[in-house]
């Protein structure tokens, strides 16, 4: 059994567009908020959690709608399109409404803005889940991790697309001394790097052919697809030991999304105010991060098809929460940004590599073939949740006690996701040693 690399790749183009665009969201939105609407960052942490918000409900929805979708396009393609349309021109407006709200503040105008957002945030809830499930649909279980993983890697190659253009634009050299910058350059291009991703994934994938290939796979195969036989739609009862370890498991995914997000929702904003950098130049920072996690992603999946995927995000874990827990220890001891803050970004990378790889492939292997897109809106469904309460929270102690506290906040809570991690106990893809006579019970 081996993967297909060319086709993962090729759906992985439906993630891209995704990380793109929350590249951009994260790092754009809380700085137009904040200089061009003058929102304190209680108000603006409330505004950024809309969208997590909306995916508690959308992401679930869309995704179990998209497994009843008899499309002749697929289940999952035409919530992409329609979703990925829909994005693009809510990208093209907001940019405008802030640009003209800057040239004559008026209060509809933030009401539009927030209207716009709105619209937005519920068009990437139409086709996150359904995108994110296009993988596992066509990908043996077995080899879901190493998928996951240049899944991951397509994703990161959209973000660092944003931070590159960031870099371009936006450096301190660029837009020094500017009272207002212009965004709709970043938008345009990022809004057409969607459109060309979604040309991709209808004209050169297609997902009923590609479905139906992995079907006949799992007939011709059922000794290594641990999963309900081909033609069959019925709900398998989950046992109690495993709906105790997807509990522990999707408490693991909120407490790691409410340290992880908590960073990149406000980092933008938190270097601004204490190393007084630009967007540009913090976009640099989490460039260092996202090329850690692209040069680890297909290195993880392959370690976690040999270790454990349980294992490797727990690596991961421990990884993540030194590193944010360096970052605060930094900040006692130096107002400024320093290259040794390079390294530690660059760790960060490998660390959420290690975890993102796993975690979503570990949900997905408790359910049937049926669920998956149901499994995955649950899965976003809790790191949703988390970033519902994050960029709230984390906004109202970096406004009311610090912006230094950013850190040593994010290494909490992804510390305690170690400690729930630890009961975790299915899910894995780690081939267990056989026992006694069974040792000896070789396959031809």
């Known amino acids: ?76 393609r035409p919530f992409i399109l329609v979703g990925t349309l829909l994005a693009v021109a809510m990208m093209v ?53 190493k998928g996951n993983a240049i899944i991951n890697l397509m994703g990161a190659v959209g973000g660092v697309v944003y931070l590159i253009v960031a ?14 910058v212009d965004y709709f350059a970043a938008f345009a291009i990022i809004a057409g790097v969607m459109l060309l991703a979604l040309f991709i994934l209808m004209f050169f994938v297609n997902e009923p052919k590609l ?30 030991e495993v709906k105790r370890s997807l509990g522990f498991l999707l408490a693991s995914i909120a407490l790691w999304f409410i340290g992880y997000n908590g960073v990149t929702t406000w980092f933008s904003t938190y270097a601004k105010r204490v190393w007084s950098m630009e967007a540009g130049d913090s976009a ?14 297909i ?23 030194s590193c944010f827990a360096a970052g605060f220890v930094f900040t006692l001891f130096s107002s400024s940004f320093h290259w040794i803050l390079f390294v530690i970004f660059a760790l960060v990378g490998v660390a959420w590599a290690s975890i993102n790889v796993n975690s979503l492939p570990m949900v997905v292997e408790m359910c049937s073939g049926a669920d998956v897109g149901k ?53 894995d893809n780690k081939i267990e040693a056989k026992k006694g006579l069974e040792a000896f019970d070789v396959e031809d």
Not at 167 to 180: C, D, F, K, Q, V
Not at 284 to 297: F, N
């Open 1 to 76: 059994m081996k993967l297909n690399t060319k086709r993962t790749v090729l759906v992985g183009f439906a993630f891209l567009s995704i990380c793109a665009f929350w590249q951009l969201y994260d790092a754009l939105i809380p700085l137009i908020l904040n200089t061009t609407f003058k929102l304190s960052e209680s108000i603006s942490g409330f505004i950024m959690a809309a969208d997590n918000v909306l995916a508690l409900f959308l992401l679930p929805f869309f995704g179990g709608l998209s497994d009843r979708c008899k499309s002749p396009l697929g289940r999952r």
């Open 93 to 145: 407006i907001l940019p405008l409404l802030d640009n003209s709200y800057y040239s004559a503040p008026k209060g509809y105008k933030l009401i539009m803005f927030v209207v716009a957002l709105g619209v937005l945030l519920f068009a990437m809830g139409i086709y996150r889940s359904p995108a994110v499930a296009l993988m596992p649909d066509v990908t043996p279980k077995p080899l879901r991790s």
């Open 167 to 180: 870099g371009l634009l936006y450096s301190s050299s660029r837009i020094a001394g500017m009272e207002h």
């Open 211 to 240: 479905v139906r290939e992995q079907e006949e796979y799992e007939k011709a195969h059922p000794e290594e697809i641990l999963t309900v036989a081909q033609g069959e739609t019925e709900k398998q009862v989950m046992p109690p």
């Open 284 to 297: 640099l920072c989490l460039t260092v991060a996202t090329v850690g996690a692209i040069i680890s992603y």
């Open 299 to 321: 290195p993880v999946g392959n370690i976690a098809s040999k270790v454990g995927r349980r294992l490797t995000i727990k690596f991961g874990v421990v990884l993540l929460a």
């Open 375 to 427: 499994f995955t809106g649950l899965y976003y469904t809790f790191s949703m949740s988390a970033q519902i309460m994050t960029p709230i929270v984390a906004g109202f102690l970096l406004e009311h006690i610090g912006y230094k506290v950013l850190f040593i906040y994010a290494a909490a809570f992804v510390a305690l996701a170690f400690v729930t991690m630890s009961f975790v106990r299915h899910g």
